[in-house]
């Protein structure tokens, strides 16, 4: 079965031509000048005159079924992975999770029992270690050699489910120096953020806002900068810091780089386009739709502007989603009357090449920098390239057509994610997402889906193209 994407204008990191795409069962084989098309047989003919051909869209920051805040979220490897593919993302990363005291493979174990045989798209694996101990850090180890999982993910935050404390944090950034891996880091400072949080509930504070004035910049800042600095001491142990919401975050995860050393980082579309007094302070309960960590920052510091600058440096290299849903209804409302049992997290899995496509529009990053913040980074931030991330001879056919004269309108009454709502009700994109191809079978065409479960495969990583 071969397919040929003819006409359209194909964006990479370093520019854009008009040129075919030749797939040959899952894998692209050629990409040439139209005017040699008649020399070329194909099965089937998609006709991308006039739009965008992007190399399919790598999501490297889910949470599919992750239990968590006493529910679940509400999207399984099958329903998100379906969503994630109508949005033009055609590759996840999802966190596969060691609780404390459970064995790191164990963890490793179940996430596979959960996404095997259930997923419409291609999926890997980072490792959560919710407890760094002897076994853990052999278990590091274990997973880059034998597993494909060469990123740790290790939080500051939450003390009691997955908090590390710093001697952990060093330990575990130490193996990773040695074993090749990336530590990826929630960096906020957890135990004083616990602190502000029992004090608000005390003076009566219940409100979904208090869920982001109880977790100030000040402290993802402070936590963003004791990562770097145990990275240090780590022998500059290769660290990416997770959904960086804040500028003085990201100024010391600039300052790192300008450095030279292994510092990288991630921002959220929540974090570009919504607010604290906008969303997370609507009036009653509303705010809890957007209650998700780190939270959204006040509009009045120049976060979004900082961030936005920051897609353009490459201090932030990347954008995910931290897609982690939970429905209004009888899973956001545990937190009635309490912000802290809110259940955290935001669903976005659907709209993040539409709401990053929405910057070029705005004119505050270019057609390539989308590419690549949506995609090439990805794959090689985290091992998936060049099967993954480019549109060349020899990587899987994950392509999307995009159309720049089309729109998209996002609503929970549209979208496919199992969520009651939606984070980005009534926003309105420039752009379209007209045609999703997943190594090598249409998945989404003519608003249509045509994708099934199962046809994603598990793909072993190897280690970060990004380290010297
Ligand atoms: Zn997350």
Redesign the pocket.
């Known amino acids: 079965m071969s397919l040929l994407v003819k006409g359209g204008t194909v964006v990479g990191p370093t520019g854009t031509q008009v040129a075919d795409v030749l797939v040959d069962g899952e894998k692209i084989v050629a990409l040439f000048d139209p005017e040699y098309r008649q020399v070329v047989q194909a099965d089937e003919v998609i006709d991308a005159t006039g739009k965008y051909v992007i190399p399919g869209g790598i999501d490297a920051?889910?949470?599919m079924e992750l239990p968590f805040g006493g529910t679940a979220a509400s999207d399984t490897f099958e329903t998100g992975t379906r969503a994630a593919a109508w949005g033009g993302t055609t590759t996840i990363i999802d966190?596969a999770v060691q609780r404390t005291g459970e064995v790191v493979q164990d963890g490793l174990a179940a996430w596979h029992a959960k996404a095997d045989g259930n997923c419409h798209i291609d999926y890997a694996f980072h490792m959560i270690l919710g407890g760094v101990d002897a076994d853990a850090l052999k278990a590091m180890d274990q997973l880059v050699v034998d597993e494909g999982i060469t990123s740790f993910?290790l939080f500051m935050a939450y003390p009691g489910v997955f908090y590390s404390d710093d001697g952990q944090i060093l330990r575990a950034m130490q193996t990773a120096r040695e074993n090749g891996a990336m530590i990826m880091m929630?960096a906020e400072n957890g135990i004083a953020i616990d602190v502000l949080v029992q004090q608000a509930l005390a003076r009566g504070e219940m409100d979904p806002i208090y869920h982001g004035i109880t977790r100030p910049a000040a402290l993802e800042t402070e936590a963003t900068s004791r990562a770097i600095a145990l990275a240090e001491v780590a022998k500059d142990c290769p660290l990416y810091i997770?959904?960086l919401s804040a500028s003085g975050a990201l100024e010391a995860v600039a300052a790192a780089r300008d450095e030279g050393r292994n510092v990288f980082a991630e921002t959220c579309p929540q974090y570009l386009y919504l607010t604290l007094e906008d969303q997370l302070g609507a009036p009653g309960f509303e705010g809890a739709k957007w209650v998700c960590s780190t939270p959204l920052r006040t509009k009045h510091e120049p976060h979004q502007r900082d961030l936005w600058k920051g897609l353009r440096s490459n201090d932030l290299a990347i954008v995910s989603t931290?897609h982690?849903p939970f429905c209004f209804k009888d899973q956001k409302d545990l937190g009635v009357g309490d912000f802290s049992k809110i259940p955290n997290?935001i669903g976005g899995v659907e709209h993040r090449v539409d709401l990053v496509y929405q910057g070029v529009v705005d004119g505050k990053i270019s057609l390539e920098r989308w590419v690549e913040t949506i995609s090439t980074t990805p794959a090689r931030m985290f091992g998936l390239y060049p099967r993954k991330g480019v549109i060349q001879p020899g990587a899987d056919g994950d392509l999307v057509v995009y159309d720049p004269n089309g729109t998209t309108r996002i609503s929970a009454e549209t979208h496919h994610m199992n969520m009651d709502y939606s984070a980005y009700e009534g926003f309105e994109i420039a752009g379209h997402v007209d045609t999703v191809i997943s190594r090598g079978a249409v998945i989404v065409a003519d608003g249509n889906y045509h994708g099934q479960k199962g046809h994603g495969k598990y793909l072993p990583r190897g280690l970060s193209s990004y380290l010297v």
């Open positions: 920051h889910t949470h966190f993910k929630h997770v959904h931290d982690c997290g």
